[in-house]
């Protein structure tokens, strides 16, 4: 089944450390998106890609970016973790011209 | 972006319909109304979309006023996997995706 896929379920780091959530699709997709959602919180846009143009929420801090290499693959960087990005990171996808959204089943982020 | 507001929480039974409403009073001409669900720890997952009147699909049915201020979403005949977080969300097309701002949900939970 085509479909949204994150790796890994669960990511723990270190304050501070480096660390990056990937995800992949067999939608053939040509937006993907990255969301943080937070405990007990709704979904927050953090940026996309409209094919290989990206679009960075303007909240969205520096310490996070973001690669897209080729269709399929989109990686979410986050250069210096601290304790309050621990959340919930969902992936998503859609195709150009279509409303619907198809996200992955998120990588959850611990900060130590 | 048009907001929206919903209830935060709603209460059921097995078997009774529940309806969500949401209100979107600043809603733009071109904007559509979409549904998602959020099951926990699970990326949502789009459940419904409509531009006007009455959109109905295997899942759900969606109502929507003439003014277009406000929409309700319709679960028939709910069961315990109902239980989840509903988002009513509203925007329009952006040169080919749709950009989602997630409001608060509203939680429902679904008893024997």
């Known amino acids: 089944d085509a479909m949204v896929i994150q790796n890994p379920r669960y990511q723990v780091t270190q304050f501070g450390k480096p660390v990056t959530l990937s995800c992949s699709q067999t939608l053939n997709h040509n937006v993907m998106y990255w969301y943080q959602q937070k405990s007990s919180q709704a979904p927050k846009l953090l940026f996309h890609y409209y094919d290989k143009d990206f679009n960075n929420e303007a909240?969205?801090?520096?310490?996070?970016?973001?690669?897209?290499?080729?269709?399929?693959?989109?990686?979410?960087?986050?250069?210096s973790p601290g304790l309050g990005d621990a959340a919930m990171y969902l992936c998503a996808t859609s195709r150009e011209g279509y409303n619907e959204q198809f996200f992955g089943p998120g990588t959850r982020l611990t900060v130590l | 972006l048009a907001k929206t507001t919903q209830p935060i929480s709603m209460d059921s039974y097995e078997g009774q319909e529940v309806n969500i409403t949401c209100s979107h009073n600043n809603i733009a001409?071109?904007?559509?109304?979409?549904?998602?669900?959020?099951?926990?720890?699970?990326?949502?997952?789009?459940?419904?979309?409509?531009?006007?009147?009455?959109?109905?699909?295997e899942v759900a049915s969606l109502f929507i006023?003439?003014?277009?201020?406000?929409?309700?979403?319709?679960?028939?005949?709910?069961?315990?996997s109902d239980t989840a977080v509903y988002y009513c969300l509203v925007g329009t097309m952006n040169t080919g995706f749709q950009k989602l701002v997630f409001g608060t949900g509203t939680r429902l939970l679904v008893s024997p």
Do not use: E, H, M
Not at chain 1, 59 to 79: A, E, G, V, Y
């Open chain 2, 65 to 80: 006023p003439a003014d277009r201020k406000s929409s309700t979403l319709s679960l028939p005949r709910v069961s315990l």
């Open chain 1, 59 to 79: 909240d969205t801090p520096d310490n996070f970016q973001s690669r897209r290499p080729n269709t399929s693959f989109c990686f979410l960087d986050i250069r």
């Open chain 2, 29 to 57: 001409t071109n904007d559509y109304i979409t549904w998602y669900q959020q099951f926990p720890s699970q990326g949502p997952r789009f459940i419904i979309q409509g531009y006007k009147t009455k959109v109905t699909n």
